[in-house]
């Protein structure tokens, strides 16, 4: 069968390689005749296409070559000259198929290998089946495949899509390290990420794009990243590094205000690391905002940053935020915290933090105590509690009551309001005092203990005086007892307490949200007593205001209960609406 395969080109095939002598018939025979280096690089290219010939006709051949960007040049020529001849009609073989593969993005653009992928087109039995990455349901199928599982958490799917942009190579290469770094686990039947011992205390707001820079990046795949990066300028790679730092997502005019580079000259190096598939521009961002092509690219060039420089980016990206936006836009609370935390600069990172959790409160309880455990822990690590540091933790720890009080683990509630009140009384604060004071009164008004709830907010009252920011504090306090007395029925009472605090509400600046509150609350009071005109007053009142603080959660609650008096009334199409 040999014979019949290699023909008379054995000794041919064992001047290229000598383990050909290893048969015997062929090691009998005289070795091939020496020729110049053009004539026996070309004879030696036409014996092994004619031992592939000559394979497949009787069986069929199906021949891969992978990878062939890693390919050196004498192989490009082979190949080159393969697809020549099996492009002949008076040689072709129908039962021969070579499949080539390689990554565009790696393929050299210039040279032998350049002129390969132009010429090959060319040729009428070649078809180019470009492979697109995987979508986030087939790269759930090869987590199940490479599992051998189907019970797969989606938070795995999304983080392994993320960060591999649907490249099969990447895929297969993190989820080995996942499981090698025991942060892919099995939980109660289900495989589930686990990042407790890797995240180092990162708060909610770097899950999104940057919660995997510091789960380590696969060898190999680090290998490849940094090959397709050494084809880019130091500039370039220096810059993208600083976009590494903003997010997998980053925004131009930011990029440019963080780096100082010419805007011209920043432009030049986006269209090289797109061309380089190193980046992607966003679609629909009329070219503001770029996106790396996979989170492990940003990984790999932000894992080459040492700590300060690190840090110091951070902090420039933290500074260039606040220059546009200050501190009123909401959007970018927890985006300043972050930056400012990781470019250690605490104070301003607590301030964000609680004012990011203060907001989260309504509608991602969880996301909130995640920010108030940050700002516990950069407390923590300030040895003197002035009367600012003060705020800070009794807000944080008001922050992790609420929330939990808001997903129903009350007794976990109280301990932390506990802690306010010792919080207050060591330092001798009694703003802090009354504050813990108030908030455990709130909680013994929803276990529905409402004497107790009372007797709370009137020792808070007792020790809070009724000037400067203490007055706040006090409206606040006389809000809750007007709800108090809303949840026994007194709605008469409740009214004309809601009355008095939205009066000293409307003397004081920046109050628009408590003003919201009382609006709210009296609507609510007037429609228990069956006052639909002054309810839906207060009502519309109360989701303007809403609105325009951009709280929606207590605008729909407000919307609920206008369409509840419009049911009242017998107007069901205005309720539904």
Not at 29 to 41: C, D, G, T
Not at 142 to 163: N, P, S, T, Y
Not at 294 to 316: F, T
């Amino acid at each position: 069968y040999s014979r019949k395969i290699i023909g008379n080109v054995g000794p041919i095939l064992a001047s290229i390689c000598p383990a050909f002598n290893q048969i015997p018939w062929i090691k009998a025979q005289a070795p091939a005749e020496p020729l110049e280096p053009l004539q026996a690089k070309l004879r030696n290219f036409d014996a092994i296409r004619m031992v592939i010939e000559n394979f497949s006709r009787d069986s069929g051949l199906v021949m891969i070559l992978e990878d062939l960007q890693w390919a050196d040049d004498l192989s490009f020529e082979l190949i080159h000259f393969m697809a020549r001849n099996l492009s002949r009609t008076d040689r072709r073989s129908p039962s021969l198929l070579l499949v080539q593969t390689w990554r565009p993005e790696d393929m050299p653009k210039m040279g032998i290998a350049g002129r390969f992928r132009k010429t090959l087109g060319k040729y009428n039995c070649h078809k180019e089946v470009p492979l697109h990455p995987l979508s986030q349901e087939f790269v759930a199928q090869m987590i199940q495949a490479m599992l051998g599982d189907r019970e797969i958490d989606r938070a795995v799917v999304e983080e392994v899509f993320k960060d591999s942009g649907g490249n099969p190579f990447f895929i297969e290469e993190i989820v080995r390290n996942l499981a090698e770094q025991e942060i892919l686990r099995k939980r109660e039947g289900k495989w589930v990420l686990d990042l407790s011992d890797t995240m180092d205390s990162l708060p909610a707001v770097t899950m999104e794009g940057l919660s995997s820079v510091v789960i380590n990046v696969p060898d190999r795949v680090r290998d490849i990243i940094s090959q397709r990066l050494d084809k880019l300028d130091e500039e370039v790679r220096i810059n993208l590094k600083v976009a590494a730092v903003i997010g997998i997502e980053f925004d131009f005019d930011l990029l440019l205000a963080v780096t100082g580079a010419d805007e011209d000259e920043l432009l030049d190096q986006l269209d090289d690391a797109i061309k380089e598939d190193v980046v992607e521009e966003v679609k629909g961002s009329g070219g503001e905002v770029f996106r790396f092509r996979q989170n492990m690219i940003r990984q790999v060039l932000y894992n080459g940053l040492s700590e300060r420089r690190a840090s110091r980016i951070h902090r420039k990206i933290a500074e260039a935020l606040f220059d546009e936006y200050g501190h009123d836009d909401p959007e970018v609370w927890e985006l300043l915290a972050f930056h400012f935390d990781r470019g250690r600069r605490n104070m301003e990172a607590m301030k964000f933090y609680s004012l990011a959790g203060e907001r989260a409160l309504g509608f991602a309880a969880e996301t909130s105590k995640n920010y108030a455990s940050r700002v516990l822990e950069l407390v923590d690590d300030i040895d003197k509690l002035d009367i600012e540091i003060i705020r800070f933790k009794s807000d944080a720890l008001k922050l992790l009551g609420r929330s939990n009080e808001l997903t129903g683990n009350l007794d976990s509630a109280e301990k932390y309001y506990q802690e306010i009140l010792e919080l207050g009384k060591d330092a001798n604060s009694s703003e802090t005092e009354a504050m813990g004071l108030q908030y455990m009164g709130g909680l013994h008004s929803d276990r529905g203990n409402y004497a107790e709830a009372i007797e709370m907010y009137a020792r808070s009252l007792k020790i809070t005086s009724d000037k400067g920011e203490n007055e706040l504090l006090r409206a606040n306090v006389m809000a809750s007892i007007a709800g108090v007395y809303m949840n026994q029925g007194k709605y008469k009472d409740s009214i004309k307490v809601f009355d008095i605090v939205r009066r000293k509400m409307a003397k004081m600046d920046k109050q628009e949200s408590g003003m919201a509150m009382c609006d709210l609350y009296l609507g609510l009071g007037h429609y228990y007593l069956g006052e639909y005109s002054q309810a839906m007053e207060f009502l519309n009142s109360a989701v303007e205001q809403y609105k325009r603080a951009n709280n929606q959660y207590q605008a729909v609650k407000a919307l609920n209960n206008i369409g509840g008096i419009f049911h009242a009334r017998g107007e069901t199409l205005k309720a539904m609406e």
